[in-house]
């Protein structure tokens, strides 16, 4: 076999030595050019959630449906991911985005994809929206702010499953000092115990009540049970100069008041 000169197998060497390796843009880069040349620049949620972000900031909350009320507010609980189909079976399920937000915890948290962090985010938004409205409720004498009394009430209670009954309590300008809820119980019964009625009043030093309980069947006609127990808490209240102002029954997108239909 003839040898290769010296000089040859130098030269070689060095050719190979100065020759650079495949890189990454001989493997496709430059092919792809720069992200945003691309016709869709995120193939992931991300573009639609910040389009949906400018929406709600540019054009105010009204511009958006219920469902993309509710697909924004999961958003916040779930990073990634379409959340439109969820909040649209959500709604489905419910009825609709009120239903939602007053849905029972543990209807929420049966429901499929739903986890502790969507349902803690859908319960707060409900939590934030009562403050208001009891804090609008609160700012003036509630016998001179009765519309407000009473859509705060509805919100509340209407959408329960279960009877609730609660008193509110206010001072000697009618202003509410509290709202308690005293006793939940069945769907069609509470126990409620004038006297421990009349004993938190006294604690509060309210000098007036006012009584509220849902009728989970929407129908706000009062019971036989519901005059007897009326007349029993209005006679061990008036004993202690405790003034009771109304008793309020509220149902489904309506509400009955003892006092404006001359029953105290």
Known sequence: MREVPEPVREAFAAGAKAAPGPTQKEHGASDRGNVADLPFPSTGPHGHRARMREKLLTRGPDALADYELLEMLLFLAM??????PLAKAIINRFGSFAKVLAA???DLLATRGLGEHSVSAIKLVQASALRLQLAEVMEAPV???????????TAVMAREK???????FL????????DEAQARGTVNHTPVYPREVVKRALELHATALILVHNHPSGD????????ALTQEIKLAAGVLSVTLHDHLIV???AYFSFRREGLL
Do not use: C, H, M
Request: aromatic share 6%; charged share 25%.
């Open 171 to 178: 001072d000697t300008r009618n202003r509410l000092i509290a």
């Open 220 to 227: 706000p006609t009062p019971s036989p049970a519901d005059r």
């Open 143 to 153: 016998l001179n702010n009765w519309d407000r009394l009473t859509n705060y009430l």
């Open 251 to 253: 149902g489904n997108g």
């Open 162 to 168: 279960t009877e609730q009954f609660r008193v509110l």
């Open 79 to 84: 990073p990634k991911g379409d959340t439109k």
């Open 104 to 106: 029972p915890q543990s």
